[in-house]
């Protein structure tokens, strides 16, 4: 789920470089993409993706940084949810930044708002800069200690998804 209002976002490409990492994606949510249709509660496509993301084993949600915090259009979509409505699934915060200045900003503002809505978050959350997001480096770290927490995933389709904003 990619949160980024510009559609194919370098948030965007973070988030694939990632979902890469972890063994490839099924579904990919650029929310640019539904922008008109979030506030439209009648939109079955987006009541279509909420439901797709609600029944993933593994959603990595994606931002960049917007004032401290994650972008109104990926909230848009989280109030989609109701409330426990992440419950089958582990969440990955992910958002980007111009700087370290916002690392905290996903670990206190998304991981939050993961939970709220019932996704376990088995891992730290993961802040990148902006100017290091194609860099695998930027990653490294972050995934030696990760990936011994998150799920094994089946290579059974819809089962891992990007969400980004």
């Known amino acids: ?19 890469d990492r972890l063994g490839g994606a099924d579904l990919v949510v650029d929310l640019a993409d539904h922008a008109p249709e979030l506030f439209d509660w009648d939109s079955s496509t987006v009541t279509d993706l909420v439901e797709q993301v609600a029944g993933s084993l ?21 109030d989609r949810f109701p409330h426990q409505g992440l419950g089958a699934v582990a969440a990955i915060p992910l958002m980007l930044g111009a700087s370290p200045a ?10 939050q708002v993961l939970v709220e809505l019932g ?14 997001h194609a860099e695998p480096a930027a990653y490294d770290a972050w995934f030696a200690t ?9 290579t059974a389709p819809e089962t891992r998804q990007v969400v980004s904003a």
């Open 1 to 19: 789920m990619v949160g980024n209002p510009k559609p194919r976002s370098r948030t965007y490409e973070s988030a694939l470089t990632l979902a």
């Open 58 to 78: 593994v959603v990595i949600v994606a931002s960049p940084t917007y004032k401290a915090t994650y972008t109104g259009l990926l909230k848009a979509f989280l």
């Open 119 to 132: 996704a376990s978050v088995p891992t730290r959350a993961l802040y990148v800069l902006d100017a290091e």
């Open 102 to 111: 916002h690392s905290l900003a996903p670990e206190l503002g998304l991981r």
């Open 146 to 154: 990760a990936q011994q927490h998150l799920p094994t995933l089946p």
